[in-house]
Structures are given as structure tokens and as C-alpha cells.
């Protein structure tokens, strides 16, 4: 069983964005990057299958800046087999990146089984990818989901959607599935994993190696900046328990006359 | 002048509101609305009176229920029929997972999340949120049409003063085609409340929660003022409540009128997820909590006697 786990590399998600002068993009030199967190869930349900299934081999695909490998070095020391890293620069769109995997995936010579991601990059929150992906593989896809079991080719996967209702389908494999948090706990790597991981197969490529090229950019990103600051607001001190009563019924009142939002 | 198609999900029957919200922004426009299922004839007349020229009501074998492709299928039929320049739908759970795959059946791009934009000369131009919001960019689409948008709801808002439209109700024979991922169950949401993305106010409440059943209070607020009820990631790692209710970068980004923090430091990535909020209240101990840079109106005190205070000047002020 061929499981392909595609994963991005994101800022962590405690930086401060600072938008390009010209803004094109954002300021990338001084970022920590790390895996896309919901990509961690994507690996970590590879990683129970193929406890289940000893044939099973995980391939994490990649496609991004060569900045550093953090993301997938990450996913094998977690106990992924293999990398496949495609470079390209780091504002990429959605179409392009979908194209670039699909092209990495056929690249490999293997036939994807199962193909798993995050249910969205917190880079360019596009939610797009995995249901591009699947179109352009004509596969089947359920996303967001939250709930993954196999039986032999049959897949039962829960996708939660607006107010945390599930929608459960049934979808026989090749299929793609996207992944959100509460699927299940990510493992650590270990030491010894780590180790391991520098020793795993790495294949890199380029986007004209995997059949992309500026003519496939199907929606362009300019003018990046910061969104407008808030004036300062109102602040109430309301540590005194003989005045809590009196702040409260004027912040109360202020929401009505003055924010008008109540 | 552009020829749009604007797709509107039912909910219990009903267009979602994020639809009307389009259809103001797309005035001066050739709009048509397509629907998969049925509509009653009010709401013909509600989107008519948005604006909408046809309204196409596709229905057919194996579309009773969503499926991302037999929906795809089904429109991107009923699309090709047609010469649309582009096709808007809400960035909603249905519209965030179909029309990735619709845009593709037309090798077609997707302007993703879309919170605000123009149509100057029939060609859209978008700003949309990257890093759930801590920087925005223009979006433009290339490639070929149609091309997709989708707009995050609360962000466009209503449009105001309308006059009766003369739009019109069609029957559209759909094909959904080979459907091999299909919901065979739906297990419905412990509560009924509108979801975050959607709702028009929020009460969240973070780590100084201390634990799940303190929400309780939180939810008795939320009761009287019509809230949705939120958790920082801070509260959902310490399990004090789902996922589903995060607020955040790796949660819901959401935009309501009024926002209620209590007990929430304000985490940048908790701040990226609340900062479109219209009006935001901050409740802390802490005064020097960065959720204070954020809030037009904050109180420094403890959650636990302000929270009960507000409700109940909330329910002298509504009459309950």
C-alpha cells in the first residue's frame, strides 16, 4: 500500500508577519519555519496505518523553498520511509502547488493508495490543495476530516462541518483526505528517529522537472501589507469589587449608545 | 459588465445569508443564483430582490445530499450550458470544499476566503486575509473562465435599501455523474447555536477558564445576548472544550459584530483569528495581557464575577 503524505512548510505561528517593501510577499529571512500543523495530523494517521499494515511504506511529498528541509526531515523522523522535495518559491498558488504534487507523485513510479494532507495551510489559508489535487488525479475526496478508519480498501472518514456537526462518508481507496485537528494525538520524533531520518531517501526536483511552469499560475498574489491598526480602546479597572457592578453597567451602556453593536 | 453565477447552499431551506451578502456587492452586474435542491418561492423572491435575473434550481439523481462530486459534477454541467465569466459562492464548509474541485473541472482558478472586492470593468479584483489575517493582499485571477470566487461570510455585509426585482425560476435537470465518496450518515452537533464563522456574536473563553464546566457561564451569556461560544487554543489544548469551537490561526477565523474575550491573553495567533471583529470587549486580570491592545472596550477583573454581572446588565438592557 503506496500512502503519499503531502505537507508544507509554514511560518510558526507565533511570528510576526512583515509584509515585503515592494509587497510582493512577506519578509522571509528571519522566520522559524515549521511543518503546517494540520499536516502533522496527516502524517501521524500514515504513520497508524502502516503500523496496521506492515507492506505499507509513507512518502512525504513537499513543495516549497529549499530554505531548509525542517518539514520533511520532521515527517521521517517521525517514521515517514521517504521525501520527495519540489522547489519553487514560496508564494506559489494553489493550482500551481496541486500540479507540482500530482506531477511529484507520478514522478515516484509508485500508485498512490491513499493520499493524505492537512485540511489547509496557515500560510495562505487557501483551502484548496487537497481537493485540487484529487480532481486533477480523478479521485474521490473528503476534507476536514476528523474521523479515519480503513477496512481492507474501504475507508470510513467523519468531516466535521459547521458547528461541529460530522458528515461520515464511505469511500472506497484511491481517495484523498484531508486532515483536521482532533483526528489524532501527533507523535514526537524520537532521538534515534531523528538519526534515522538523515539517512532516509531525499529526492528533489525542480517545477519544470514535475510539469509546472508560469503559464499554470491561475491567481496572483500582490500588494501584501498589514491590515489597518485599531485606535487604542477604552480600558476599565474593575479589580475593586465595589465598583465591578458600576464598571460593568457602563461598559454594558457604551455597547448600546456609543459601539451601537447590541 | 460581467456575467456572474452566484451558487447558494440551502440551509433547512433557506439561502444562506453570505449569498445575499454577494449578490449587494455584485449590484451592476448579469447576476443568475444556482441552487441544488429546492426553493420556495419567497426566497426566489428574496434573491430577485437582490438582485438575481435567473434562478436556476438543479435537482436530480443522487443530489438530495451534498457529495463534493456530484455537486462539481452537477454544476460544472449546467456551467458549460452557459457562458459565465465567473461563478461567486460562500467560503462556508460545502463552498470551501466544492469549488476547489469545481474550478478545476474548468482548469480554472479560485480566488480563495475573498473579504472584500470590486468589479471595475467587469474584472474582479479581491483583498483577502493571508496568515489567518495578520497581513492582507489583492488577489486577481488569470488562466482560463470562468473563474472562481469565494467570499468569507459577515465580511461584505448587507446591502441596504432594495426595490423589488423582476428575476425569474427555472428547472434545471442535473447529472451528478459518478459519485464514489457519499455521506452515509450525518451526526448532528451537540448544540444548536450558529457556527462561529457565521455568528454575530461571540463569548470565547480561554485558559483562565480553569476547566470545561466553568464554560457554563459563558454559554448562560451567550444565552441571553444570542451568542455563539468560543475557546482560545489555550482552553482547547487544556480540554476544556472541542476543536470545532477554536478561535484562531489553527481554529475558526471569524468576524462578528461584537466579540467577548474572557480570560484570554491574546496570543498573536489567537489575535489573528478575532481581529476583523467589529467591536471587541476584553475581560482579564491582567492588565498588561496583550488582548487589551485589541479591545475598544476592556475590564480589568476577574472573569468569574464580571462574566454573571454582564449577564445580567445584558437582561435588564434586552427585557429578558
Not at chain 1, 167 to 188: D, I, M, Q, W
Not at chain 2, 37 to 52: F, M, R, Y
Not at chain 2, 121 to 149: N, W
Request: with cysteine; hydrophobic share 45%.
Amino acid at each position: 500500500m503506496n500512502i503519499f503524505v503531502c505537507v508544507k512548510q509554514v511560518p510558526d505561528t507565533e511570528t510576526k508577519i512583515t509584509p515585503t517593501a515592494d509587497g510582493s510577499f512577506i519578509e522571509t529571512n528571519s522566520i522559524k519555519w515549521i511543518m503546517n500543523p494540520y499536516d502533522e495530523f496527516a502524517v501521524e494517521q500514515a504513520l497508524l496505518i502502516k503500523a496496521a499494515n506492515s507492506a505499507a511504506n509513507v512518502t512525504v511529498v513537499r513543495v516549497g523553498s529549499v530554505k531548509d528541509t525542517e518539514a520533511l526531515r520532521t515527517a521521517m523522523a517521525m517514521g515517514a520511509d521517504e521525501a520527495i522535495l519540489v522547489e519553487a518559491q514560496d508564494n506559489l498558488d494553489s493550482y500551481s502547488i496541486a500540479k507540482a504534487l500530482k506531477g511529484a507523485i507520478e514522478k515516484s513510479g509508485k500508485k498512490p493508495d491513499l493520499i493524505l494532507t492537512g485540511k489547509q495551510a496557515i500560510d495562505d489559508d487557501a483551502l484548496q490543495v487537497p481537493q485540487i489535487l484529487a480532481q486533477m488525479l480523478d479521485l474521490p475526496s473528503v476534507s476536514v476530516i476528523v474521523g479515519f478508519e480503513l477496512n481492507g480498501t474501504t475507508v470510513k472518514a467523519k468531516r466535521e462541518i459547521e458547528g461541529g456537526a460530522l458528515e461520515v462518508y464511505s469511500v472506497e481507496a484511491p481517495a484523498v483526505f484531508a486532515c483536521n485537528k482532533g483526528l489524532n494525538t501527533p507523535r514526537y520524533a524520537s532521538l534515534p528517529g531523528i538519526m534515522k531520518a538523515k539517512k532516509k531517501p531525499l529526492a528533489q526536483y525542480s517545477l519544470s522537472d514535475v510539469g509546472v511552469s508560469d503559464a499554470d499560475r491561475r491567481v496572483k498574489y500582490s500588494e501584501f501589507r498589514l491590515p489597518p491598526e485599531k485606535p487604542a480602546g477604552k480600558k476599565f479597572d474593575a479589580t475593586d469589587a465595589a465598583k465591578q457592578a458600576e464598571v460593568v453597567a457602563q461598559v454594558v451602556g457604551l455597547l448600546r449608545t456609543e459601539a451601537k453593536v447590541i | 459588465m460581467a456575467n456572474v453565477l452566484v451558487f447558494t447552499e440551502l440551509h433547512d431551506g433557506k439561502v444562506k445569508p453570505v449569498t445575499l451578502e454577494i449578490l449587494g456587492k455584485l449590484a451592476g452586474q448579469n447576476t443568475d443564483v444556482a441552487v441544488i435542491g429546492d426553493l420556495s418561492a419567497d426566497e426566489v423572491t428574496v434573491l430577485a430582490n437582490h438582485g438575481a435575473q435567473n434562478i436556476h434550481k438543479i435537482n436530480g439523481a443522487n443530489l438530495d445530499k451534498y457529495s463534493p462530486e456530484g455537486y462539481a459534477n452537477a454544476l460544472a454541467n449546467f456551467i458549460k450550458s452557459k457562458s459565465y465569466d465567473y461563478v461567486f459562492a460562500g467560503a462556508t464548509s460545502m463552498g470551501k470544499d466544492l469549488l476547489p474541485r469545481l474550478a478545476t473541472q474548468f482548469d480554472a482558478g479560485l480566488a480563495s476566503d475573498v473579504v472584500n472586492f470590486t468589479m471595475d470593468g467587469g474584472v474582479f479584483a479581491g483583498t483577502r486575509p493571508f496568515f489567518s489575517g495578520k497581513c492582507l493582499a489583492k488577489v486577481e485571477l488569470t488562466g482560463p473562465k470562468p473563474h472562481f470566487v469565494s467570499i468569507r461570510p459577515n465580511a461584505l455585509g448587507m446591502t441596504e435599501g432594495l426595490t423589488a426585482g423582476a428575476g425569474t425560476a427555472h428547472d434545471v435537470a442535473g447529472d451528478a455523474g459518478n459519485v464514489r465518496a457519499a455521506i452515509s450518515e450525518i451526526i448532528k452537533a451537540a448544540s444548536s447555536k450558529i457556527d462561529l464563522a457565521e455568528a454575530n456574536i461571540i463569548v470565547t473563553g480561554g485558559r483562565a477558564m480553569k476547566s470545561a464546566e466553568n464554560f457554563k457561564i459563558l454559554e448562560e451569556l451567550a444565552d441571553v445576548i444570542g451568542a455563539t461560544v468560543g475557546a482560545s487554543r489555550a482552553a482547547v489544548d487544556s480540554g476544556f472544550a472541542p476543536h470545532s469551537m477554536q478561535v484562531g490561526q489553527t481554529g475558526k477565523t471569524v468576524s462578528p459584530s461584537l466579540y467577548i474575550a474572557c480570560g484570554v491573553s491574546g496570543a498573536i495567533q489567537h489575535l489573528a483569528g478575532m481581529r476583523t471583529s467589529k467591536v471587541i470587549v476584553a475581560i482579564n486580570t491582567d492588565p498588561d495581557a496583550p488582548i487589551f491592545t485589541r479591545a475598544d472596550y476592556g475590564i480589568v477583573g476577574d472573569l468569574f464575577t464580571i462574566v454573571p454581572l454582564l449577564k445580567e446588565e445584558f437582561k435588564k438592557l434586552l427585557g429578558k
